[in-house]
């Protein structure tokens, strides 16, 4: 409680399966901020990522993950 940790990663999802809050950044700038099913969307990591990918719910805690088309 009251503590902020920050974690920087390309792996989105090791990101959602560990944190609360995600910020994308594309070229500097935010992208999408907020939990995970919200910013981890499929048009969302198109436009940060350039390619395209499928969003699942993940079996056992729920979180998105994302896989390769």
Excluded at 7 to 21: F, G, K, Q, T
């Amino acid at each position: 409680e009251g503590l902020t940790t920050l974690v920087v990663s390309h792996d989105p999802n090791l990101a959602a399966a560990h944190c609360r809050r995600l910020i994308l950044f594309r070229c500097g700038e935010v992208v999408a901020d907020g939990p995970p099913r919200a910013v981890l969307r499929r048009e969302i990591l198109r436009e940060v990522y350039e390619v395209d990918l499928e969003v699942r719910a993940d079996g056992e805690g729920g979180a998105p993950f994302v896989v390769p088309l």
